[in-house]
């Protein structure tokens, strides 16, 4: 037989899976492991939204669709996009598909392999694992923990080369949890615009904000005609992540082309579940406000007890459902780290460097769990810690 192509040589997936496996593997020979390591939620979505999707099951919603999304739903992400952000999206601008596809997606609608494409560090691993096997060239821009991670325009202007085509910001971002202010997306905003770029606008935490923090969308320069492409979905602000649902908003010609991209691959996403994101949108918005609230005492509840551990530092994230804490005090690496944790306390989670390089010193942990699972894991990782120096003490003694 002859041998697989380039391209699959180049295919690295999400780590976060390919940990959640492992911790599976653990689970199946009867082990208990506590799982942080991916986006998921120990909260259900409501229960409109799953009594809308079984509706449309039962109304036989199961034949194909257009592959932009069925209309109900693309003038519900028009609705409200007006409502959050102001303005409203020509339908033709709308596009109706897996969130994470739509990284893939744009990357290969804009750029060629060569060119580039500027993106956080750390940032969400799908935007290095799509460059790794397009041959298109990844360059990172620092967030750092001395500035909160925020973004920085700056940063990213050192970057820009004539061989550069998209800047990426994720804001709140995944994995840190920081929100960058207004006047510094408008800055990478005025960038990608004086510099002829497209600026994938990654807005799937949008909504998850904790402690006064403001979400600012740069599409409000151009309204997604010109360059910006908006990402967004439903797997964490409803909950919603075995949906696998969610669209992009951006200029017509893009959103044609990657139309085309994603029905090449994958036809159309369901109609039952595109029905279940139109009861999301278009239902009363309370229940959302409230689920926040409970995820912001997961969030101060798990800061707390990280805190407690020897050698782990954390602050509170202004968006998002991560914790990023800080464990260089512990002498080990973020993968030693993890590593350490998962076979000592059995609890999942994730090193900083599969976020990038600027991840070292850190590791991502989400925490829309329960109170219990939070308090016994952080117990179980301290206790960890503290045989870590009982044995480091007793290697030196000796």
């Known amino acids: ?145 001395t500035s909160h991670f925020h973004i920085d325009a700056a940063e990213i202007a050192h970057r820009v080369t004539n061989r550069s085509k998209m800047i990426i910001i994720n804001n709140p971002n995944n994995p840190t949890g920081s929100v960058t202010p207004q006047d510094e997306i408008e800055r990478v905003a005025l960038l990608a615009q004086s510099e002829g770029l497209y600026l994938l606008s990654d807005e799937i935490y949008s909504q998850v904000l904790y402690d006064g923090a403001q979400h600012f969308s740069p599409s409000l320069l151009d309204l997604c005609r010109e360059r910006t492409i908006i990402l967004n979905g439903f797997a964490k ?52 406000r409230e689920r926040l609230g409970r995820y912001q005492i997961c969030r101060d509840h798990i800061v707390e007890k990280l805190n407690e551990i020897p050698g782990v530092t954390c602050s509170p994230p202004d968006g998002a459902c991560y914790v990023f804490p800080n464990i260089t005090g512990t002498g080990l690496s973020s993968t030693d780290f993890a590593e350490y944790v998962l076979e000592e306390a059995q609890v999942a989670l994730l090193p900083g460097t599969v976020f990038g390089e600027n991840g070292e010193g850190h590791v991502r942990m989400c925490f829309t769990r329960s109170a219990e699972t939070i308090e016994i894991a952080c117990e179980r990782m301290k206790a960890a810690m503290k045989k870590l120096a009982r044995d480091r003490h007793e290697v030196f003694a000796g």
């Not at 409501?46 to 999707?53: G, R, V």
């Not at 893009?254 to 029905?275: D, G, H, N, W």
């Open 1 to 145: 037989m002859k041998g697989l192509s380039r391209i699959s040589d180049g295919l690295i997936g999400q780590p976060m899976f390919k940990l959640l496996s492992r911790a599976k593997e653990m689970e199946a020979v009867g082990q208990k492991v506590y799982h942080f390591e991916i986006g998921d939620s120990d909260f259900r979505a409501h229960q409109h939204i799953i009594d809308a999707t079984k509706a449309a099951l039962d109304a036989d919603m199961t034949h194909y669709v257009p592959s932009c999304g069925i209309l109900e739903l693309r003038e519900a992400v028009a609705e409200h996009t007006f409502d959050t952000l102001g303005w409203r999206p020509d339908l033709d601008q709308i596009l109706v598909m897996p969130s994470n596809a739509i990284i893939d997606c744009v990357m290969r609608v804009v750029a060629d392999p060569g060119e580039e494409v500027i993106y956080p560090d750390p940032g969400f691993s799908t935007y290095i694992a799509v460059t790794n096997y397009t041959g298109i060239k990844k360059v990172g821009y620092p967030l750092r923990e």
């Open 237 to 288: 602000n409803y909950a919603m992540p075995g949906w696998r649902l969610g669209y992009a908003i951006g200029p017509k010609e893009v959103i044609r082309k990657m139309t085309v991209l994603f029905e090449t691959m994958y036809s159309c996403l369901p109609a039952f579940i595109q029905y279940g994101g139109v009861a999301a949108l278009k239902s009363d918005q309370s229940p959302i």
